[in-house]
């Protein structure tokens, strides 16, 4: 009996294996966001949903290969608002993150982590449970999680799409400003 399951699991590996390395590479975008997004790509969108903002960008004081951009938009289709982030390292997104909160004694706190969930849901099918208040979805080196927490009512919902290819870059200046301190 033995051996018939061994000789069934080996009929079954590469079949099993071959499905994981088919999965996308890419995430689809979100809002018209995706980890690793391009400079321009991102403040083009960001723009297009800006809630009566203006999108602000600030380099870093120790090299212009990274920047942190920021915005909060209105999405036209559901008329969701979200405090939009960025985090660029040569000219590429590592991290893109939304936010968004409900006030305190309201059941829209409630509804706005449900309505979260089923949209995430809908966009990157069925999430991975990391725990209470977190889900993710991997797409290789690239990650959306969704996050959220509450007191009462109230609640707080975080959307981060990382990029950790993009992220590895970072390495080249932080080596850079670490040696240059006495």
Known sequence: MIPL??????L???AHLASQATAP?????????????GYRAFVQQARALADNDVLRCQTSPRTAQIMECAVLIRDPR??????????????DADMVALYDSAGFGNARGVAL???TKRDLTRVFGRPHVLGAGAWQWRYGRRV???????R???????????????????????????????
């Open 144 to 150: 959306v999680r969704l996050s959220w927490r509450g």
């Open 78 to 91: 559901d008329g969701a608002r979200f405090y939009l982030s960025a985090h660029f390292i040569e000219s």
């Open 12 to 14: 079954l590996l590469p």
């Open 113 to 115: 982590v449900d309505r």
């Open 152 to 182: 009462g009512t109230a609640r707080w919902v975080s959307i981060t799409l990382t990029d950790g290819a993009v992220m590895d870059r970072i390495s080249r200046y932080a080596k850079a400003a670490a040696s240059r301190k006495p």
């Open 5 to 10: 399951r061994g000789a069934v699991l080996a």
């Open 25 to 37: 590479a890419l995430p689809p975008p979100y809002r018209g966001f995706t980890p690793g997004i």
